[in-house]
């Protein structure tokens, strides 16, 4: 069983960056493909960014393409989501999931899910 934490959510202004940690209990960790989605009020859990295993494949919502980078350090059982030019929009509680697959847009293919950070961005 994979626990997942995350941390490093925050209220921060528009424009701004953050930079959220997903730190895994176990050292399978490193064998399993891993997604932030994130979570509005009254809306329904999306993808943001998604790794491989390896980490040689990366992948975004088109919505945070090009201000979002996700990168993963195994050794530290650590994955990490930079967030730049942060809008007001993309205010929302992020997550943090793990699962025994290649990778997936889809949060029900997950099996391993952290608690949730806050992210608040003010305009």
């Known amino acids: 069983q994979v626990q997942l934490v995350e941390s490093g959510g925050g209220l921060v202004q528009v424009g701004g960056s953050l930079r959220l940690s997903c730190a895994a209990s176990e050292g399978t960790f490193k064998r399993y493909a891993t997604a932030w989605f994130r979570q509005a009020p009254g809306k329904e859990r999306e993808f943001v960014a998604g790794?491989?295993?390896?980490?040689?494949?990366?992948y975004y919502a088109d919505s945070v393409k090009g201000r979002f980078t996700i990168s993963r350090d195994n050794a530290g059982r650590t994955v990490y989501l930079q967030m730049n030019s942060l809008k007001p929009e993309d205010t929302a509680v992020y997550y943090c999931a793990a699962g025994d697959l290649r990778g997936s847009t889809i949060p029900d293919l997950y099996d391993y899910w952290g608690q949730g950070t806050q992210v608040t961005v003010s305009s």
């Open positions: 790794i491989s295993w390896t980490g040689g494949l990366t």
